[in-house]
């Protein structure tokens, strides 16, 4: 649902850096969007396309880099992989979890010229 | 979009504020010399240009995220103690709201942003509380964003040692991501929405820090199971609090003040 404004804060960054790195157009943007974000990947690429229209980055490409989610496992004392906030551990069943990784939306690369 | 000062939502509105987002206006969050509304888009000479290759590394929401760290800021160096109340429509925000302002306005400074994509009755709500509220509408905005509430601040000036209360608008998902600088995020759950909603809308509550079940007054005639609603909050932040109140009958109602107290104690110390 809020694709689109996260969309608006990917052609800030863009728009800051083409200043201080002295670009003018973007080909590609490479994003980094972790599976506990709660982003959308399709809702994502779609507005990714709306919101670029007329802007540096007009036709870019996107590719999106997933994360897969990280948790720490209180009872086991270690780092277990999960795909959604509410999993319990897959070792011992516990919801003792607190998210340490796979949560992050980050703009990671541009090509650029 | 104005790409000027970064406000993703150009029909929002707040009221009592003349600010109008045109591109090349003077802009004062300190940026006003990066006027990116003047064609970057269609410079491209061909023939002369090569690619290459920029490492950024930095988050989508970095833009908001620094207008919420500036909020922040000002709300500590104010001894203002900031509030975002998020839940779905309905869930009886404001409600809450009223009731909680006339139960503590003697003791407590206290004021309210409301936002909501249209019109300024929640903030008339308010407003005959006797309290100061300012409304935002943020049109077809489905949040409000760390930008539109250092505008508000602008325009409402909370008093100094005083509680902000920012009534989020009605939308279990999106406002999650955007801060606005607060201190905690609290989550309004009413019980006709069903026990379920924690899970289904993870990230939500995920991001607050405490959850109110409200219209517990409701319950004897509900199929509503309180222990796992709260058990299925804890699966997806275990640390989240959890009171029940009704904000029409009352009940309840003392644990949350309780907690607003000691809270804004501790916001003084800086914890
Ligand atoms: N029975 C009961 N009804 C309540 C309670 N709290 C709120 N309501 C009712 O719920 C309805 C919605 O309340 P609001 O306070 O407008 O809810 P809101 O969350 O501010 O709504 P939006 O701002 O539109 O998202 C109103 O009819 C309230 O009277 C409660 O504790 N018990
Ligand atoms: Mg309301
Ligand atoms: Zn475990």
């Known amino acids: 649902m809020h694709e689109m404004s996260l969309n608006e804060g990917v052609l800030q960054v863009l728009q800051d850096h083409a200043k201080s790195q002295g670009f003018e157009r973007v080909k590609t943007v490479w994003l980094e969007i972790g599976e506990l974000s709660g982003v959308e990947i399709e809702a994502m690429r779609f507005g990714f396309d709306v919101v670029m229209k007329g802007s540096l980055a007009d036709g870019a490409k996107l590719e999106i880099i997933r994360v897969p989610g990280q948790a720490w496992c209180m009872p086991c004392e270690k780092s277990v992989q999960v795909t959604q906030l509410f999993e319990a551990c897959p070792d011992c069943g516990s919801y003792q979890l607190q998210v340490t990784g796979g949560d992050q939306m980050q703009i990671k690369e541009l090509e650029v010229e | 979009m104005c790409t000027v000062c970064g406000c993703g939502e150009g029909e929002t509105q707040i009221e009592g504020h003349e600010h109008s987002h045109e591109h090349g206006h003077h802009h004062h969050h300190g940026d ?13 000479a061909p023939g002369l240009s090569q690619s290459r290759m920029v490492q950024i590394e930095e988050g989508i929401l970095s833009k908001n995220n620094e207008y919420a760290a500036a909020n922040r800021r000002w709300f500590s160096e104010h001894g203002v103690l900031a509030l975002n109340l998020v839940s779905s429509p309905g869930s009886g925000k404001t409600t809450l709201l009223t009731r909680s302002i006339n139960d503590l306005k003697s003791e407590l400074r206290l004021s309210v942003i409301e936002g909501d994509q249209q019109t300024a009755n929640d903030a008339e709500r308010i407003r005959e509380t006797g309290v100061k509220a300012l409304q935002i509408n943020t049109g077809k905005g489905c949040h409000l964003d760390g930008h539109m509430v250092g505008h508000a601040l602008e325009t409402l000036k909370p008093e100094d040692d005083s509680i902000l209360f920012i009534e989020n608008v009605g939308n279990l998902v999106c406002p999650a991501a955007f801060d606005l600088g607060e201190a905690h995020k609290v989550a309004i759950l009413s019980v006709t929405e069903g ?12 991001a607050a820090d405490l959850m109110l079940l409200n219209k517990i007054d409701l319950l004897p005639y509900l199929q509503f199971d309180v222990e796992k609603c709260i058990e299925y909050a804890r699966r997806v932040n275990p640390k989240i609090k959890v009171m029940q109140v009704s904000a029409t009958s009352g009940e309840g109602m003392d644990n949350w003040y309780q907690w607003l107290r000691a809270t804004k104690q501790l916001s003084m110390i800086g914890v």
């Open chain 2, 32 to 44: 006003a010399d990066h006027d990116y509304g003047k064609g970057a888009a269609h410079a491209h």
């Open chain 2, 195 to 206: 026990e379920d909603k924690p899970i289904k809308y993870p990230d939500m509550f995920h």
